[in-house]
């Protein structure tokens, strides 16, 4: 073991005592204590602003209007009887509206042609006195379609899958190391098997709104995003502002999970009427509309190849990851990314191929590529260690890489096989001494009418950080304001960088206060790719420590009458970091029941254990694992997006017909994590924490299904479909 | 029209009401209550749940007429003049909020549950709940805060 200790610190922060003096370093206060959330006052008494909350005097509303054709053309749009309803302002379709200067994401040029790339495309917007006017005025709006034969279906044969330059995030969409064919030749023991992962919607409870409105030449925005620094920039590119004309406020965001990770068309709409009607305009999209506008996970294909000798060393893994885009850009999922660094072998290959359909554009949904990737890989792993009569424990462990296996660099820190330990131990899995005290076999476990069975799968998100900037200033009363333009979504952000800031001014957490959320402060990155804390954060820390020494040096350690401020920048810091495998890691242990008189699965229990490097605050950070592993468990068992392939829509477009867990749905749900100290990371030593509780989960699920049943689901969610005839 | 209502105690006229405004719409954009969330619109999701005449509804499903001379108790309105409500007091101490988009709605039901079963158990507690859906929390933290707020 290296600077792990194998002991986790916290799992019940909630009902426990408060971290333990975890954090080394004696400057270090606050972070590793569970500091009540900032805003949480606000939100339990209904004070919190949302997007369309603020009172805006005068305010307008808009409603769109959707494409119901998959793909064609509008011919034409009568607005006529629209205009002449009561309390209706304006209508705006792309005969009539302004033009935007292209940005590169064909999404947002809204109402800019007549083509139709997708069914539920924005083609009008009506603008009125108050939301049901709008909403009546659209009913009353004309648009002639010319629909065309599309093609909207996903299939692992489409004529048209090609293999893209790179995947997301910037990955190669192909890899190769050896010879897989020969390993899998060579191998004892195969896997060969294809799974399918269906297209999946966000549903953040806040749908996507904003408010906007025009002042003196400026716009100023209300935006539910996850990036407002991104927001103001892309408006400004499409309205040809200068940057410092936008301003995007995103005080408080309800959830996001990727959806609303850059601009999306409502908030280019809203800025189109409010300059349209003269004054400012709320849009709330409904949860309805979100189906077609706001993005989706894209479905995968996955087949995954391993190869073991008899003792259980992979010689082989072969990973090939199919997805879809739309016509409008290349989106293309990292759904075989995970398969270059799990696990040791001397022959690799992963590919990505893309079809490009008639349908929305696919976007980041919590967890890209791992998620869905780590359903595949973590599934075959299983299929494996039955296969060859291995502990699916153990054989993760047997298989653990000392370097990054494709690329040979090493890790900055990894502790996969811990996190299986530690689970394994506290699961029950394995006892006190690490035996292995589960049995193996499938369909032996009866409770009444249910078969009870155990599943595991390993979890793994990058560590990525990104450049961003923050402001410290201090006050002649010893008072310090800090602003770093972070996102709160909901995962304890402000809360979070507020502890920080305390630590790096070396100063108790109550003499600080933090300001977010708002693109007037200064650049900063998404709050996406689980790296909002390590990015803002490194900010925060640059920016104190910076004040702190400004004091000293050229104050004399007394802050002047009219105080002090610094500005930080961590584009170099970050630029010049050395080059390391920086990832978080963990183990997802599972117990399901499945009816032999129904079919129904449940799930009992779950547990996590998380190696993400240190933890900042230990309330916000179980929540984050236990909210990722609960949407893994809804993935598992509930959520699919199901498009109707006659006329390209999603046809479960509502919360009635999408389902996502509701209370009764998730047991109770178990978190652990490891001690873990990285030098390599950033100046606080974190992973990120927001998207590796989903990778994983779904894969567990149906590990312990298949140990209750016998059965292999291939196929998510798991339902009574794949269960009914098959159970004894 | 004009609809008469009493919301948190107070006596509240809405005028130019259009006949197919939902409650909801009155609350938040009539009569400056933006606490009671607008995340479905037909009755899934339960961010907007009120009190109305002390039963629990979704306000997005109520037609503002159906509310003339009722009482409407909002998340607004839980707060006594010592302060927060026990329920919005555990809601904090048990961490029990994350984006807090449907935090209104909760701790309304929460509020409601504990007034119909002041002891509920764990899986009392997951049915009552099972109309708010939280996207971000997993229900372990809520379900920690109605059980503290029912010993509170």
Redesign the interface.
């Known amino acids: 073991m290296t600077s792990t200790q194998r002991q986790p610190t916290q799992s019940q922060p909630?009902?426990g005592q408060p971290t333990q003096s975890r954090v080394q370093d004696a400057a270090q206060r606050s972070v590793g204590t569970?500091s009540?959330?900032i805003?949480?006052?606000?939100?339990?008494?209904?004070?919190?602003?949302?997007a369309v909350?603020h009172?805006v005097p005068g305010a307008a509303y808009a409603w769109v209007v959707q494409s119901t054709v998959a793909r064609g053309v509008v011919v034409d749009v009568d607005t006529s009887r629209a205009l002449a309803e009561d309390g209706v302002l304006g209508v705006l379709w792309h005969g009539n509206a302004q033009r935007l200067e292209s940005v590169g994401d064909p999404e947002l040029m809204v109402l800019q042609s007549a083509r139709i790339a997708y069914r539920g495309q924005v083609v009008a917007v009506v603008v009125a006195t108050?939301?049901?006017?709008a909403r009546a005025g659209a009913d009353l709006v004309r648009v002639r379609e010319d629909g065309m034969t599309s093609d909207t279906v996903l299939r692992i044969d489409h004529p048209a899958l090609y293999q893209p330059v790179q995947v997301n995030a910037g990955y190669p969409a192909r890899s190769a190391i050896g010879d897989v064919d020969a390993g899998l030749a060579a191998a004892a023991v195969r896997v060969d098997a294809t799974y399918r992962t269906p297209a999946e919607h966000?549903?953040?409870?806040?749908?996507h709104a904003t408010t906007a409105f025009w002042e003196r030449g400026c716009l100023v925005v209300f935006d539910g995003t996850q990036a407002s620094t991104a927001v103001s920039e892309t408006l400004a590119g499409l309205f040809e502002l200068p940057p410092q004309s936008v301003r995007v406020i995103n005080e408080?965001?309800?959830?996001g999970?990727g959806s609303k990770g850059g601009p999306k068309p409502n908030v280019v709409l809203a800025a189109m009427a409010a300059r349209l009607v003269g004054r400012p305009v709320k849009l709330?999209l409904?949860?309805q509309q979100l189906f077609a506008v706001a993005g989706y996970r894209t479905p995968t294909i996955q087949r995954v190849r391993l190869g073991a000798a008899t003792n259980g060393r992979l010689l082989a893994i072969g990973h090939d990851a199919v997805s879809q885009t739309s016509q409008l850009s290349e989106f293309v999922e990292q759904s075989a990314v995970l398969s270059r660094h799990m696990y040791a072998a001397p022959n690799r290959l992963t590919t990505h191929r893309v079809v490009a359909l008639d349908v929305p554009t696919p976007v980041w949904m919590r967890a890209p590529g791992e998620c869905p990737g780590s359903f595949a890989l973590e599934s075959a792993i299983d299929e494996l260690a039955s296969a060859g009569n291995w502990d699916p424990v153990r054989l993760r462990i047997d298989n653990e890489p000392a370097v990054h296996p494709e690329e040979q660099i090493p890790f900055s820190s990894r502790h996969l096989v811990q996190c299986l330990q530690e689970g394994a131990e506290r699961f029950g899995w394995t006892d006190a001494s690490g035996r292995v005290v589960r049995d193996p076999r499938p369909a032996v476990r009866r409770d009444g009418e249910w078969l009870v069975g155990t599943g595991v799968a390993a979890s793994t998100y990058p560590s990525l950080t990104w450049p961003s900037t923050a402001l410290a200033r201090a006050t002649a009363d010893q008072r310090f304001d800090v602003e770093v333009n972070a996102a709160d979504?909901?995962?304890?952000a402000r809360t979070v960088l507020r502890q920080i800031a305390a630590d790096a001014l070396d100063v108790p957490i109550a003499y600080v206060e933090i300001t977010v959320g708002d693109s007037a402060i200064g650049p900063a990155t998404v709050a996406g790719g689980s790296m909002g804390t390590a990015s803002w954060g490194w900010a925060v820390t640059k920016a104190c420590r910076l004040l702190r020494e400004r004091i000293e040096r050229d104050h004399g350690g007394r802050v002047p009458t009219g105080g002090v401020a610094v500005r930080a920048d961590t584009t170099l810091e970050i630029r010049d970091r050395p080059e390391f495998s920086r990832h978080a890691y963990g183990a997802q242990f599972c117990q399901a029941r499945v009816s032999t008189m129904t079919g129904e699965v449940r799930v009992d229990r779950l547990l996590g254990v998380f190696a993400a490097g240190r933890i900042v605050n230990p309330?916000?950070a179980?929540?984050q694992f236990?909210?990722g592993?609960?949407?893994g468990l809804s993935g598992a068992l509930l959520e699919r997006s199901v498009l109707d392939s006659r006329t390209g829509d999603f046809v479960t477009g509502?919360?009635?017909a999408y389902h996502?867990a509701?209370?009764?749905?998730?047991p109770?749900?178990e978190v652990a994590w490891l001690d873990e100290q990285d030098p390599h990371l950033n100046p606080m030593g974190v992973k990120g924490i927001g998207e590796i509780g989903i990778v994983g989960t779904a894969a567990a699920v149906a590990n312990a299904v298949h140990h209750a049943t016998g059965i292999r689901v291939r196929d998510l969610p798991i339902g009574l479909a794949q269960m009914i005839g098959k159970l004894h | 029209m004009r609809v008469n209502l009493t919301v948190n105690g107070e006596a509240r006229q809405a005028d130019d009401v259009?006949p197919?405004?939902s409650l909801l719409?009155v609350l938040?954009?009539r009569l400056?209550?933006?606490?009671?969330?607008?995340?479905?619109?037909?009755g899934?999701?339960g961010?907007c749940t009120v009190y109305l005449d002390g039963t629990p509804v979704c306000a997005c499903l109520v037609a503002a007429g159906q509310a003339e001379h009722r009482d409407v108790r909002?998340?607004?309105g839980?707060?006594g003049p010592d302060g927060?409500d026990p329920v919005?007091q555990a809601?904090?101490s048990?961490?029990a909020?994350?984006?807090?988009?449907?935090?209104?709605g909760l701790?309304v039901a929460v509020h409601d549950l504990l007034a119909r079963n002041p002891t509920p158990s764990d899986?009392d507690?997951?049915?009552a709940?099972?109309?708010?859906?939280?996207?971000?929390?997993?229900?372990?933290?809520?379900?920690?805060a109605v059980k503290l707020a029912a010993g509170a």
Not at chain 2, 32 to 42: I, W, Y
Not at chain 2, 132 to 144: F, H, K, Q, S
């Open positions: 909630a009902q569970a009540p959330r805003e949480a006052w606000d939100k339990v008494t209904g004070r919190a602003p949302y909350d009172p108050s939301p049901e006017a966000h549903c953040a409870m806040e749908p408080h965001v309800g959830g999970f709330a409904t949860r979504i909901g995962t304890g309330t916000t179980r929540s236990i909210g592993m609960t949407m509502d919360l009635a996502v509701v209370s009764a749905d998730v109770r749900i | 259009w197919g405004e719409y938040r954009e400056g209550l933006p606490g009671a969330k607008n995340a479905c619109e037909q899934e999701c961010s909002t998340v607004e839980l707060p927060l919005q809601f904090l048990a961490g909020v994350q984006c807090g988009f449907c935090t209104p701790v899986p507690i997951r049915e709940l099972a109309g708010n859906l939280c996207r971000c929390t997993g229900y372990e933290n809520i379900v920690a």
